[in-house]
């Protein structure tokens, strides 16, 4: 496998750059991103023959992507699958529109999709999308499969809208007789150290957050480690289609709130939805500005069968608080003991 990695600059696309490179099955891999090659990366990148290589490369917007897919250089590393990683952490400025309206991570889904579609070598895209994206029923027992209701409600705050989208243009190429696409859909994922991904609820900026006095909902969570180790069976895998994909753990936000730091204030839902409307009337960005009422009211976990049964993945770490050399207690991923 020939393998190109979109965004492995950011912590999401580092961890699946290295699973990858141990992979005896990965011939080589062009990783890109939008900022310099990570510190991590020094010992992979050497010399032309090095099975690593690395480019800075805007792909959300048309000219940048289309000179890199059309380049002597992405000729010759005569790549066969795509992974996508949107941008997330400290990066995802992913709502912020960058030309007539479009969030930059649509704008971007939609590149990477066509340049896929009309690069002859690509036979695989696999793309990491986010559970955040489905309808939220009242209750905090809500199991959700490949099949739910994606929340399409015309007042969805502009973040999870662009999910929504990004999701809808993958799922209209699951069928692609020539190219086979994978959408993983993720919940909360959650690294070492308190870092927090692809969760509008808590990711991004640190500073005050809300969460609805009289709820706490449940958080299906994954481990960074996990969703690289996802990526890794889908790309050993034939099948195409939509997955979802979790850990084995899901905690109330309050606890998540805890584990990574980030305090969450309990504020009365009339409030919060006027705050949620004020914040996206005048352009800040607040917990309760990223997020539709529902995802602060309804819990969620996620039925993952399909991933286990199709792809042959089921998750390996657990995620918790273990005590430190210092006495402190601090988020961890480790191994299952379990299975």
Not at 219 to 235: N, T, Y
Not at 245 to 257: D, H, N, Q, T
Request: proline share 7%; charged share 20%; hydrophobic share 40%.
């Amino acid at each position: 496998m020939r393998i190109l990695i979109t965004h492995a600059d950011e912590p999401l696309g580092r961890r699946i750059a290295k699973t990858l490179y141990h992979d005896e099955a990965v011939e080589a891999i062009f990783a890109v991103g939008a900022g310099p090659p990570p510190r991590s990366f020094d010992r992979y990148l050497g010399s032309d023959e090095s099975r690593l290589q690395y480019a800075r490369v805007d792909l959300a917007r048309h000219r940048s992507a289309r000179d890199f897919f059309h380049s002597e250089r992405f000729a010759k590393a005569e790549i066969e699958s795509v992974i996508h990683v949107p941008r997330h952490g400290a990066a995802a400025g992913a709502a912020a529109p960058i030309a007539a309206g479009l969030p930059e991570r649509t704008a971007e889904t939609r590149l990477v999709l066509q340049n896929c579609l009309e690069t002859p070598s690509i036979r695989n895209l696999i793309a990491l999308g986010s559970a955040f994206v489905y309808r939220l029923p009242p209750g905090n027992a809500n199991r959700l499969s490949e099949e739910s209701e994606l929340d399409l409600d015309p007042d969805v705050p502009g973040e999870i809208r662009s999910w929504i989208d990004c999701d809808m243009i993958f799922h209209g190429e699951v069928h692609n007789d020539r190219l086979r696409v994978v959408l993983l859909r993720l919940p909360t994922v959650v690294a070492e150290g308190g870092y927090v991904y692809l969760n509008p609820l808590l990711e991004g900026r640190p500073g005050l957050r809300f969460r609805a006095l009289g709820f706490d909902p449940i958080c299906a969570l994954v481990s960074d480690k996990d969703v690289a180790r996802a990526v890794q069976a889908a790309a050993h895998s034939r099948r195409p289609g939509i997955y979802n994909i979790s850990g084995c753990e899901a905690v109330p936000l309050s606890v998540l709130s805890r584990w990574t730091g980030r305090a969450a204030l309990p504020l009365p839902g009339l409030l919060l939805g006027l705050s949620g409307r004020l914040s996206r009337l005048v352009g800040t960005q607040s917990l309760a500005g990223g997020v539709s009422l529902p995802q602060l009211l309804y819990g969620f976990t996620l039925e993952t069968s399909r991933a286990e049964h199709e792809l042959g993945f089921r998750p390996s770490y657990q995620i918790g608080l273990a005590r430190a050399g210092d006495g402190a207690l601090r988020l961890e991923t480790a191994p299952s003991s379990i299975g």
